[in-house]
């Protein structure tokens, strides 16, 4: 029997799927969620935490399948080895193994906000560099499930490194769709290296995944972007990291940059699940970070246009509106243009559940500039932790919410660094431009 099946987000559709389909949205256009039949018991924690002493099991040394037992769609006994082997696809147990929260002295100070209550997850120390792994390693393990060996992607650059390292290590194929001259080089060189083929789209990373949904219904591909429910599970672990530092107490704020959402989208979703089965009594406030250079939900979550606030409204927010959002923008040649490449999203495929996720956590949208966002980064920096430029929003967002008194200087905040650095040119620029605020350019001898 199954423990889990795919089910429609729509509150009045409710439509659910076999896990075994390939199907990442409804008859009714909605996305969907993997839904678990079983309550699992709240003793797990103990055997989390007792598996980071791994004895060399692979699954149990992964800071994602570390945790199988609240993510086993795949419907296999945990504790067995031989089963975990036929089944996870796990980069060797490097995923999510080292990123975990650390207190960053200088990061804090920068925010005004007290050294003890801030924390932030690099998962730029994944096996390819983002926190994409976190949830190509499950969604990987479906389409292996399905015996489906072609996976395709559309990415701003970090999805498709980390799909063509998954794929290489699988021994299956890859295309990767990018919006051309918009991709870092660290990232597009991971494409390339890793085997994948890459098709530039001319046009940006909207235009690139609608061509590239296009191209695996008609090719028979395995669509691995966020719009997949299984990578949304895996990307939970990063929230199961959080807590088990925090001996399972939420913290007050969790901080994320914006782009497809599939974050946001998966934290909700991560905090409804332990709230339901009662591991968490308190709710953390989200707070997602758009660039003020690709701020659509920024703008439609604050009622920024048509002076009306985009809600979830109990599973009926105005989707006619973001079509006029959108069209308005296309209208007026609103491109989103920004240089955090990671974050340069105008449709934000996962918007439904973000706003799910605002509605369930009383969430924010804020956003920062570019220069907000290299300062974050540059500060990030000095604390002898490494990360881009969209990851670079989370402490200027941090900061800008202290300076408005939103959060207090002791609340708990935690916040994500979602990439290490793969633009090494733009921090060279940085750092030779002394009109920065945290340059830091060489001397002559
Ligand atoms: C993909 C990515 C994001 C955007 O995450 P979403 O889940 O799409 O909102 C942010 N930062 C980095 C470094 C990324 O690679
Ligand atoms: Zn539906």
Not at 51 to 79: A, K, M, P, Q, T
Not at 80 to 88: G, V
Not at 316 to 341: C, S, W
């Amino acid at each position: 029997m199954q423990t889990a099946n795919k089910k429609c987000i729509n509150p009045d559709c409710g439509l659910t799927f076999d896990i075994s389909t390939g199907n990442y949205l409804c008859t009714c256009g909605y996305l969907l969620d993997v839904q678990y039949h079983n309550l699992p018991k709240r003793e797990l924690i103990d055997r989390f935490y007792e598996r980071r002493d791994h004895g060399g099991n692979i699954y149990d040394e992964s800071g994602v399948w570390r945790f199988r037992d609240l993510i086993n769609f795949v419907n296999i006994d945990c504790e067995d080895f031989t089963q975990c082997a036929s089944y996870l696809v796990s980069l060797d147990g490097s995923e999510g193994r080292l990123s975990k929260p650390y207190k960053m002295s200088k990061v804090a100070e920068y925010a005004d906000i007290d050294i003890d209550s801030l924390l932030l997850q690099p998962e730029g120390y994944n096996p390819s560099g983002s926190f994409k792994d976190n949830g190509m390693s499950t969604a990987v393990t479906h389409a292996k499930m399905l015996k489906i060996r072609n996976l395709i992607c559309a990415s701003t650059g970090n999805t498709s490194a980390s799909a063509a390292m998954y794929a290489a290590n699988e021994r299956m194929s890859c295309s990767v769709y990018i919006p051309k001259g918009e991709v870092a080089p660290g990232k597009l060189g991971q494409a390339f290296q890793f085997g994948a083929h890459v098709i530039e789209v001319n046009g940006n990373f909207d235009v690139a995944l609608f061509t590239s949904l296009k191209a695996a219904r008609e090719n028979g591909g395995y669509t691995v972007n966020s719009v997949n429910p299984f990578r949304i599970e895996g990307q939970k672990t990063m929230i199961y990291r959080v807590l088990e530092s925090l001996d399972w107490s939420p913290p007050d704020w969790i901080f994320y940059p914006g782009g497809a959402l599939g974050n946001t989208a998966s934290c909700g979703k991560c905090l409804m699940e332990l709230y339901k089965w009662g591991w968490i009594k308190k709710i953390p406030r989200l707070v997602v970070v758009n660039s003020e250079g690709a701020n659509s939900f920024y703008e439609l979550v604050n009622g920024h246009f048509e002076g009306k606030k985009l809600s979830w409204n109990n599973g009926r927010p105005d989707l006619i509106m973001i079509n006029r959002y959108y069209e308005f923008n296309d209208a007026r040649g609103k491109v989103p243009k920004t240089q955090a490449t990671a974050i340069q999203i105008g449709r934000p495929a996962n918007i439904i559940k973000a706003l799910r996720a605002l509605d369930f956590t009383n969430g924010l949208v804020v956003q920062v500039n570019d220069r907000e966002m290299a300062d974050g980064m540059s500060i990030v920096g000095l604390n002898g932790f490494d990360c881009e430029m969209a990851s670079g929003a989370v402490p200027a967002a941090v900061k800008k919410l202290r300076q408005e008194e939103v959060i207090e200087k002791d609340d708990v905040v935690v916040g994500i660094l979602t990439g290490r650095q793969k633009d090494p040119q733009l921090v060279v620029n940085y750092h030779l431009d002394s009109n920065n605020r945290f340059a830091n350019p060489p001397s002559k001898a």
